[in-house]
């Protein structure tokens, strides 16, 4: 099974610019323990961080044979897959670990990344728009999705999302500006608008 643990400890010292020293010491655990699939999914998203994508590949893929039912493993690749411009291996890997964890949140968002790269907006969107029903309370797929309705040309909507994430990462001023420019579109005669002037009006209400 999958420890969070030790992936939150590694994104930790990654983001602190530890990669010189996380590298080898994974590939000494790797070394020591060759059917461990869980050091190679973790040597994988050190070298991924580091840029070294070949490396990653093969470490992630060996985990897979290791340990196939390994969660997140899929989801990895699936990430990886599409980082490389490999998009069918990517959607395979999605298309299972969506199969293993249908309510996991990152598994849309990397789908919504997959379909962005594959030029399918709409399906990104509705990729983006499934991670954040699931994970209400993380800013990222809003923010990815105001994006992506920003390129369909569907302003009311990019504006929306994208103050729905201001409002989540605590930066209300941001969330009220863009929420305003959202209302000018969608007009406050209209369902959506005033669904949207009743969440400015508390909104501001807070502020004061």
């Known amino acids: 099974s999958e420890d969070p643990i030790k992936k939150i400890q590694l994104w930790l010292r990654l983001e602190r610019d530890e990669t010189a020293t996380v590298i080898p010491q994974l590939e000494l655990q790797v070394k020591r323990e060759q059917s461990n699939a869980e050091s190679r999914q973790l040597l994988a998203i050190a070298y991924q961080q580091k840029g ?5 590949r093969l470490n992630y893929e060996t985990a ?5 039912m390994r969660p997140g493993i899929d989801r990895d690749l699936g990430r990886l897959y599409t980082q490389i411009g490999e998009l069918r291996l990517a959607r395979e890997a999605l298309g299972r670990s969506i199969n293993l964890e249908p309510k996991e949140a990152l598994n849309y968002l990397y789908l919504g990344e997959l379909e962005e790269k594959g030029a399918d907006l709409r399906a990104a969107a509705g990729a983006y728009l ?5 994970a209400p309370l993380w800013p990222e797929p809003p923010q990815r999705l105001g994006t992506v309705y920003g390129k369909i040309d569907r302003l009311g909507d990019a504006y929306y999302y994208l103050g729905r ?5 605590d930066d209300a001023e941001r969330a009220i500006l863009q929420w305003e420019r959202a209302l000018k579109i969608f007009g406050d005669k209209s369902p959506r608008g005033q669904a949207l002037k009743a969440e400015l009006d508390s909104l ?3 502020g004061r």
């Not at 070294?52 to 990653?56: G, I, N, R, S, T």
């Not at 499934?130 to 699931?134: G, I, K, Q, S, V």
């Not at 994430?165 to 990462?169: G, K, T």
């Open 64 to 68: 897979r044979t290791l340990d196939p």
């Open 130 to 134: 499934n991670a954040h029903n699931l």
């Open 52 to 56: 070294d994508l070949e490396k990653a």
């Open 204 to 206: 501001r209400e807070r």
């Open 165 to 169: 994430s201001a409002l989540l990462q």
